[in-house]
């Protein structure tokens, strides 16, 4: 079993920037490709980008590329989101997720993805 716990959310104004951190519990987090996904309010919950269990192939939402970055670190059991250039429509709660699949491709439907956290509240401000 493995729980994911995200944080590092918050408040920022337009053009700032955050780094995301989810901390996974157990010792099958480095056998997974992980995920992060969000929901705003009123809207369905989107991908945002996944990395590969050994961090060397990575996949954006279109929107996103070259403002986020997705990696992680497999010796402390946690995967990072850094996102840059914020704009008030990047504002959702955040999840992360862990897909366990072991797939040949990375996955972008959250129904391919096992375990998720609780999410992390991020705010953009204009």
């Known amino acids: 079993q493995v729980q994911l716990v995200e944080s590092g959310g918050g408040l920022v104004q337009a053009g700032g920037s955050l780094r995301l951190s989810c901390a996974a519990s157990?010792?099958?987090?480095?056998?997974?490709?992980m995920g992060w996904f969000r929901q705003a309010p009123g809207k369905e919950r989107e991908f945002v980008a996944a990395?590969?269990?050994?961090?060397?192939?990575?996949y954006y939402l279109d929107s996103v590329k070259g403002r986020f970055t997705i990696s992680r670190d497999n010796a402390k059991n946690t995967v990072y989101l850094q996102l840059n250039s914020l704009k008030p429509e990047d504002t959702a709660v955040y999840y992360c997720?862990?897909?366990?699949?072991?797939?040949?491709?990375?996955?972008?439907?959250?129904?391919?993805?096992?375990?998720w956290g609780p999410g992390t509240q991020v705010t953009v401000s204009s």
């Open positions: 997720a862990g897909d366990s699949g072991r797939r040949r491709y990375l996955a972008t439907n959250g129904n391919e993805y096992d375990y």
């Open positions: 990395v590969s269990w050994s961090g060397t192939t990575t």
């Open positions: 157990g010792r099958a987090f480095s056998r997974f490709a």
